[in-house]
């Protein structure tokens, strides 16, 4: 008898941003840093806000500190940031699934079904609670978020661990962003990078979609046979 060696298809991970991808939490943080701002002194905009996403609350506060002209002290800086996440958790406190941004379940459901597993790799340290309220955290085999990582993207630290907890190949990983740092981060180390949003934006991604409903199954069908060859 001729008993071949059985070989399988390494497996791809699927890894998706938070904010900006799964639920559109940005406006939240917009209005609880415009808040501070406000409280500062000075105006906050939405095109500003865009210098904010995929960034870490440390980062912002810096960003929005340059911005407005101010050199805080390492008392008021910490006071501040306290101040504004207790602000933005006052706005998400009552988030549900009608947040969820559209077709995101279908995705999700899909990758489920086929038993691929999926992880979150966000900047946020408030995304176990928002995947809680909007019902989705069961979908995620492993979760990792701005409480796990030193680096923030476009460093791949918060992805590698991701595919690490999924036990998938970098090169085997697909990863759903919003933020050029964050597409940038999975170019880094060869992950296939969809951006999610404004393609003039993130022109570096190596596909593009508005949002989810413009992603058919058979363009993820197509992509995991690329992905894990
Ligand atoms: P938090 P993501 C990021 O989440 C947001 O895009 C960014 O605007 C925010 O400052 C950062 O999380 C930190 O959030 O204050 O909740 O820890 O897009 O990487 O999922
Ligand atoms: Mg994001």
Not at 19 to 42: C, P, Q, R, S
């Amino acid at each position: 008898m001729n008993l071949k060696p059985k070989t399988s298809n390494p497996r791809p991970g699927f890894i998706f941003d938070l904010d900006g991808v799964i639920v559109d939490t940005a406006k939240y943080h917009y209005l609880a840093w415009k808040k501070l701002a406000n409280e500062l002194g000075f105006e906050f905009t939405e095109e500003q806000n865009e210098l904010f996403k995929g960034v870490s609350r440390k980062r912002c506060l810096e960003i929005l500190l340059d911005i407005g002209g101010i050199t805080a002290s390492q008392e008021d800086f910490d006071r501040w940031m306290v101040e504004k996440n207790e602000d933005y958790l006052a706005y998400i406190e009552n988030m549900n699934e009608s947040e969820i941004l559209p077709d995101v379940p279908k995705v999700l459901e899909y990758l489920k079904g086929k038993g691929l597993p999926i992880a979150l790799g966000s900047a946020s340290k408030n995304a176990q609670p928002i995947l809680e309220k909007v019902k989705l955290l069961g979908y995620f085999d492993a979760l990792v978020d701005g409480n796990n990582v030193a680096k923030a993207k476009p460093d791949p630290e918060v992805f590698l661990i991701a595919a690490k907890k999924l036990s998938a190949k970098p090169e085997n990983c697909i990863v759903f962003e919003d933020a050029v740092a964050g597409i940038q981060a999975a170019n880094n180390v060869g992950m296939a990078s969809i951006g999610i949003g404004n393609v003039k934006i993130l022109s570096e991604a190596d596909y593009n979609f508005n949002d989810f409903t413009e992603i058919s199954l058979d363009f993820l069908e197509n992509l995991i046979e690329k992905t894990t060859p």
